[in-house]
């Protein structure tokens, strides 16, 4: 019995002893998890910033985004633009070119014309000094006749 009582005792010096391990253990492992809760902590804080600054990034990503397609808009209609104007540019030219044939074959026919009426000048400048010489000479004829009488 009294082997059983000292028995005893030693097994409740060893269950204490085993309890104050045990109890050694539970506060490391408070302490390894309080640890682990700051941890936890700060990495939530700092998912958090990058959480926001993600959302900051997206939204600036989307302005940029629509900013891009007005662009693009744009672009598209000065193109639009610019290949309307290019066509009217064209067609002036055409137009351009086409009065510029029709004025030199106006310039051409007033040339021919300006000739015609030159040529047409000179034979009646030469016909009327004809006639003013077969006038002239009718006159001194005539005058001779007079003298004569």
Do not use: F, H, W, Y
């Amino acid at each position: 019995l009294t082997k059983t009582v000292e028995q005893l005792k030693a097994d409740v010096e060893k269950a204490k002893a085993a309890e104050a391990g045990q109890q050694e253990e539970i506060r490391r492992q408070k302490e390894t998890l309080s640890a682990t809760e700051n941890k936890v902590k700060e990495l939530t804080g700092s998912l958090d910033e990058k959480t926001k600054t993600l959302a900051s990034i997206t939204k600036d990503k989307d302005t940029v985004a629509a900013e891009l397609k007005d662009l693009q808009s744009e672009l598209e209609e000065t193109k639009a633009s610019e290949a309307k104007e290019k066509k009217a540019r064209e067609e002036a030219d055409a137009e351009i070119e086409s009065l510029k044939k029709e004025v030199e074959g106006v310039a051409s026919s007033q040339s021919t014309q300006l000739q015609e009426l030159k040529q047409a000048k000179e034979s009646m400048r030469k016909k009327l000094k004809d006639e003013k010489k077969e006038v002239e000479d009718k006159l001194a004829a005539s005058k001779e006749k007079q003298k004569e009488l």
